[in-house]
Each structure stands twice: as structure tokens, then as C-alpha cells.
């Protein structure tokens, strides 16, 4: 099996910045694309940006000048720099990645969500 584990999370004022972390651990042969997705209350769960294997990535519109996101593929680990955060950033961030395992099966895996809040 393969776990996703996030950290980073936390209260920040607006303006402010957060570093979130996904290391992925298990039965890891290869990983293809890792993401993040955030999830606000009462909302669904939404695409933040994700990258591929060769480093290619994509962002929401909603974030774009101001994430980004990169991965250290030594340490099968994601990263999500969040700069000038906004009220409405306000969610739980998962992590994802789309992992080719030990058994030769590709699986979506998903994290169990980090915190963010921000507010003054």
C-alpha cells in the first residue's frame, strides 16, 4: 500500500504565507502526477494545482501568481508554497498523487487533509 501524509497547515493572517509538505511512503515503484486540492465548507472539493514526473505543471486560476507548486522526486514528496493568502483560501488541502506500485498497479491515493485558515 501506498500512505500520503501532509503537514503544514495552521492559522495565518491575510497577506501571510504557509509551506505545505505531502510525502508519499509504501510500495512505490514510480510516481506520475502529484496535486493538491483544497475542499471549503459546504463546498466541493476543488483542483489547486498539480505536477507531472517531468515537472510540467498546472495551476486554478484562482491561484495563479501566487502558489507554487513544485516536488523533490528523491524523497517522493509535493510542496505547496501559498503566498499573499486570502480569506477564501480558507480550506483543507489534500494531497494526491497517482502512483505506479510494487505489484505494477496505478492507483490514485489520496492524503488525510492538512488545515488552512486564514483570518485576522
Known amino acids: 500500500q501506498v500512505q500520503l501524509v501532509e503537514s503544514g497547515g495552521g492559522l495565518v493572517q491575510p497577506g501571510g504565507s504557509l509551506r505545505l509538505s505531502c510525502a508519499a511512503s509504501?510500495?512505490?515503484?514510480?510516481?506520475?502526477?502529484m496535486g493538491w486540492y483544497r475542499q471549503a465548507p459546504g463546498k466541493q472539493r476543488e483542483l489547486v494545482a498539480t505536477i507531472t514526473n517531468v515537472r510540467s505543471t498546472n495551476y486554478a486560476d484562482s491561484v495563479k501568481g501566487r502558489f507554487i507548486i513544485s516536488r523533490d522526486n528523491a524523497k517522493n514528496t509535493v510542496y505547496l508554497q501559498t503566498l499573499s493568502l486570502k480569506a477564501e483560501d480558507t480550506a483543507v488541502y489534500f494531497c494526491?498523487?497517482?502512483?505506479?506500485?510494487?505489484?505494477?498497479?496505478?492507483?490514485?491515493?489520496w492524503g488525510q487533509g492538512t488545515q488552512v485558515t486564514v483570518s485576522s
Open positions: 494526491n498523487a497517482r502512483v505506479l506500485d510494487r505489484s505494477g498497479q496505478t492507483n490514485n491515493y
Open positions: 509504501g510500495r512505490i515503484l514510480s510516481i506520475y502526477t
